[in-house]
């Protein structure tokens, strides 16, 4: 039990697995289409994305000043880099999971341009949110943190004018998460 419990990957694997066999189990009824699949990696996905993002603001940030200075570096340099791993792409697979959906479902023009009827406006709100979301991680957090965590070279300057860049960017996400959330349940279009 603790081999298997203590082999991330193979639990993930164990768990796509029965994925698959639910798929299967329950297509005709529940079609065992693109758009199945899609709707599940990009729930699977924004999960993985909004989770880590309310790690960082309800539990990291909030915790850090009260770290002893002599453990901090535990979190800066190992647990933060794996934090901005799994953040940043589940943000790009959440995008491109929410796009796909949106092309085959034949309404991404209509969403992005809020041509469609209440719903797809709705998902086009949240959509666009999303995408500023998006952009904020790949264009002002991670950027900031490369410098902040020392991934990259930085003067002390740089990094004190990249702390309150990242904070800021990464509320502005924790604010629009909750719109953004809202229209991605409540539109049901597909
Ligand atoms: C953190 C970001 C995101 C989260 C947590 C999220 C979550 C969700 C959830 C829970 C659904 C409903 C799934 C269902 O009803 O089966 C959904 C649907 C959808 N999302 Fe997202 N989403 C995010 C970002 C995006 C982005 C960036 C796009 C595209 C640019 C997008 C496009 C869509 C589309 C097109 C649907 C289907 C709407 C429907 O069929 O009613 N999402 N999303």
Redesign the pocket.
């Known amino acids: 039990m603790a081999k298997f419990f203590g082999n991330l990957h193979l639990v993930l694997a164990v768990g796509l697995v029965l994925a698959i066999a639910v798929m299967f189990a329950f297509s005709p009824d529940a079609p065992l289409d693109a758009n199945a699949v899609l ?1 599940w990696l ?2 699977f996905f ?2 993985l ?2 989770g880590l993002l309310y790690y960082l603001n309800f539990v990291q940030v909030p915790t850090m000043p009260k770290v002893p200075v002599e453990l901090k570096a535990g979190v800066t340099g190992y647990i933060a880099p794996r934090v901005f791993f799994f953040f940043r792409w589940s943000a790009l697979l ?2 491109l999971t ?2 796909a ?2 092309i085959l ?1 034949h309404f991404a023009h209509e ?1 992005f341009t809020f041509t469609g009827g209440s ?1 797809v406006k709705m ?1 086009g709100l ?2 666009w949110l ?2 500023i ?2 952009a904020n991680v790949w264009f002002i957090i991670w950027p900031a943190q490369k410098k902040i965590l020392g991934i990259i070279e930085a003067t002390a300057e740089e990094k004190a004018a990249a702390a309150p860049r990242a904070l800021f960017a990464s509320r502005t996400n924790l604010l629009l ?1 909750l719109p ?2 809202y229209c ?2 409540s ?4």
Do not use: D, K, P, Y
């Open positions: 709707h990009h729930v924004g999960i994305w909004i959440t995008v929410g796009l959906i949106a479902g969403a719903r998902i949240g959509m999303a995408l979301m998006a998460s953004m959330l991605m349940v539109a049901n279009i597909t």
